[in-house]
Nanobody
Framework: QVRLTESGGGLLPAGGSLRLSCVHSSWHGSMYAMGWFRQAPGQGREFVGAITWNNGNGYYADSVKGRFTISRDRAKNTIYLQMNYLKPEDTAIYYC??????????????????WGQGTQVTVSS
């Protein structure tokens, strides 16, 4: 099973930027995609974005398109979530996830094989 470790969360004012990182380790096998989900207080976990591991294609939720960018560094076994123009409604715990096999459509609906412990992002108004 893949072990995922997030970092980079914090507290910042609206309009600011933040970059989250997620390192995967203990990986023995295939990796199709990694991505980010978030969960705000009192709400369910929602898909934020994902990137395919081999070709680096990015996929985003409509709520973050144009503001958030996912990238990967295969040599470091790491993905990043660059978040710009943050809004108070982006406040949530952000979770890294990994999926061993297709598809992105399944991942968007919440399917993943491994999850990180989460990192808090708080955006003040």
């Amino acid at each position: 099973q893949v072990r995922l470790t997030e970092s980079g969360g914090g507290l910042l004012p609206a309009g600011g930027s933040l970059r989250l990182s997620c390192v995967h380790s203990s990986w023995h096998g295939s990796m199709y995609a990694m991505g980010w989900f978030r969960q705000a207080p009192g709400q369910g976990r929602e898909f934020v974005g994902a990137i395919t591991w081999n070709n680096g294609n990015g996929y985003y939720a409509d709520s973050v398109k144009g503001r958030f960018t996912i990238s990967r560094d295969r040599a470091k076994n790491t993905i990043y979530l660059q978040m710009n123009y943050l809004k108070p409604e982006d406040t949530a715990i952000y979770y890294c996830a990994a999926k061993n096999y297709p598809s992105i459509a399944n991942m968007k609906s919440g399917e993943a094989d491994s999850w990180g412990q989460g990192t808090q992002v708080t955006v003040s108004s």
